[in-house]
Structures are given as C-alpha cells and as structure tokens.
C-alpha cells in the first residue's frame, strides 16, 4: 500500500500497518413520556483520521520538515490510499528523531470534506481535474514562475504516453525541486536574517502544495 499526503508520499517503512478513520452521525434525541423517542439526524461527523510509521532512507529529515511545513501553514491538503480521498488539514504531528535517515512519526489529520478517489471520476470531469491540478500547480512557483504555461482539459485522458501531459509535469516537477533546493539553502544558512527564512518557509509550503496537486494529476493522467 501507498499514501499520499499533499506532495509527500509515503512506502515501505512510512506506510502504516494500520489507519484509524471513520466517525458517528450527529443526531438530536428527544427522549418522550411513556418511553418514547424522537431521533433527529443531523448528519455525518468524521473522526479524525490517524497513523504511524518511519520516515526512512537519505531524505527522511527533509521529508519531515515538509511534513511539519504542512502542520504548520494549517492549509487543507489531499490525503490518498487506495480508494480513499480526502480533503484533511494536519492537527497533530510527532517526530522521534533517532538519526538522519531514520526518524519514527505519527500524525492526525482533521477531515474537512471527503473527496473523489483517483481512478474513480469520469472521463470528462477527468480532464478537467488534471488540467485543473496542473495549472494550481504551477501557481505555486514563485521561483521563475511558469505563468505561460496553460493546460487545457485533454481530449484523451488517461493516455500513459501522452507527450504534452508528461513533458508539462516534467517541467513542473522540475521547478519546484530547483525551487525547494533554493529555500532548503536558505533555511540551512547560518546567516540567513529572520525575514528570508520566513520567506523560504512559505516556498517550502508552496512546495508541498504544488507537487501535491502535480502528483494528483500524474496519478490521475496514467490510471
């Protein structure tokens, strides 16, 4: 199993062996002499959804400090495993930093809508989410933006070679690693001043955000 959390993937060791998620239905009960009973139902209450795992391998610690970006800008992001979307914001996140390349976590997620699962929307509105996804995506570089590239709904999703799809999140992708490199350096220099490592700090969440809406349109493109 995989997750997607915003631009953050999560395999082996990251995945949880198990995901609390669920919730009650909101309901006013009147309680009536002689023992009867009115029940007004209100509506569904989604619980929180949490789990576990290790961030692992060379870019665990960035990986965590993305995390913890996504926690700290309180933005909603989408949360994906298997046919399970989910619009959530990040509430609570706990690292236990052992080493670079090994850092144990747990996170739970508020839920703010249940959404529609990759692989499960129709073609035409599929089209329209990946052009849709493309273009949030590419609002989110702020690093020698790509304001001229517009993607329009594609007459044929879910083409796995299809060139202009592939080549555009390439380019995508692509600035916003360069982006992510330029604000990491920052936030690592010792004499970057208070304003330029909050500045880096909104890249670094930009980041997060774009490459989730980039992944979610790659995922979607070659389901």
């Not at 044929?156 to 604000?183: C, F, H, R, Y």
Request: charged share 10%; glycine share 8%; net charge neutral.
């Amino acid at each position: 199993m995989t997750m997607m959390l915003g631009g953050v993937e999560f395999t082996q060791f990251e995945c949880p062996p198990n995901i609390t998620f669920g919730g009650r239905q909101a309901m006013s009960i009147h309680d009536l002499p002689g023992g009867g009973r009115i029940v007004d139902v209100i509506g569904p209450v989604n619980s929180n959804i949490a789990w576990s795992g290790i961030l692992s391998g060379n870019g665990a610690a960035t990986r965590a400090r993305l995390l913890d970006s996504m926690r700290a800008a309180g933005t909603a992001v989408t949360l994906q495993w298997d046919v399970f979307s989910y619009s959530v914001i990040v509430a609570k996140l706990s690292f236990e930093f052992r080493n670079s390349w090994w850092i144990p976590y747990s996170i739970s997620c508020v839920v703010v809508s249940v959404t529609t699962a990759p692989g499960f929307l129709p073609a035409a509105s599929l089209s329209a989410a990946i052009a849709a996804d493309l273009n949030i995506a590419a609002g989110y570089i702020t690093t020698n933006p790509v304001a001229s590239l517009v993607f329009p709904a594609l007459a044929n999703p879910g083409a796995q070679n299809d060139p202009p799809i592939m080549m555009a999140a390439a380019t995508l992708n692509q600035q916003l690693e360069s982006q992510s490199v330029i604000s990491g350096a920052v936030l690592d220099a010792p004499t970057s001043t208070l304003s330029a490592c909050l500045q880096a700090s909104q890249s670094q969440v930009n980041n997060v955000l774009g490459l989730g809406y980039l992944n979610r349109a790659v995922i979607n493109q070659i389901r």
